[in-house]
């Protein structure tokens, strides 16, 4: 009987540990930014170089992430056909601009295949997928939305759904919608940690995308190699 008794109380110990441990565990989501057709193709509106070399690396990190228990979600651009961001809108006759650059040329129209996801990853491994933005006069590169005019997308919602402490954030550019992602993620007090093999900048200015990861750092995200 007393070896019973013994064997309750190391099992009991067991348990103690293992609910602790996943009490302390924190609840990780891995974001990927914007994985979408129009980025990835040389003769495409937006093409950011190198970037299917990137692509290993964030299918194993799907795979890590997950045997966590953490969620993976990501973010499209999903404009209508005369959205403010683009360059050709700007010609409309009825259009007026209000305080936006309008510099891109159109990309990621909703529901064509420019704004669809890529092949190649593993895609059935997503759990939620948040679009920005569907409006005519709403832009933003960060996947939360534009939180100052109080204008977001669903991931914040989402995130915290699943009380979520820890965000991985990979995927393209680095220095825009990944930079903004971060900010963004920082000012709603969330760890960040940005995985630099897995992001890309697109460099309009040669530096571009080192001085982006260099301020993510100072904003206090974590910066893996
Ligand atoms: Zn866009």
Same mark, same amino acid.
């Given at each position: 009987m007393e070896k019973y008794l013994f064997f309750l109380k190391i099992n009991k110990c067991k348990l103690y540990i293992l609910f602790f441990h996943f009490k302390i565990m924190k609840k990780e989501a891995l974001i990927i930014v914007d994985? =979408?057709?129009?980025?990835? $193709? &040389?003769?495409?509106?937006?093409y950011v170089q190198w970037w299917e070399t990137i692509l290993p690396f964030i299918n194993n990190l799907i795979q890590e992430v997950k045997s966590r228990s953490g969620i993976i979600i990501t973010s499209q651009d999903w404009h209508p056909e005369n959205h403010i961001s683009f360059a050709s809108t700007f010609w409309l006759d009825d259009f007026t601009p209000k305080d936006w650059e309008i510099k891109w &040329? /159109? $990309?990621?129209?909703?529901?064509t295949w420019w704004a669809e996801f890529l092949d190649g990853f593993h895609s059935h491994w997503i759990d939620r997928k948040v679009l920005k933005?569907? /409006? =005519?006069?709403i832009d933003s590169y960060s996947s939360f939305g534009w939180i100052e005019k109080a204008t977001w997308s669903t991931l914040d919602t989402i995130l915290k759904s699943y009380n979520t402490q820890v965000l991985h954030i990979v995927w393209l550019a680095t220095e825009y919608c990944d930079y903004t992602t971060v900010e963004d993620a920082i000012k709603l007090w969330y760890e960040v940690i940005v995985h630099t093999r897995g992001i890309k900048a697109v460099n309009v200015n040669p530096h571009d995308g080192i001085i982006a990861i260099s301020k993510m750092n100072q904003m206090g995200a974590k910066i893996l190699p």
């Open positions: 994985y =979408q057709n129009d980025f990835a $193709h &040389p003769e495409w509106s937006l &040329p /159109k $990309h990621c129209v909703e529901n933005w569907n /409006k =005519q006069d």
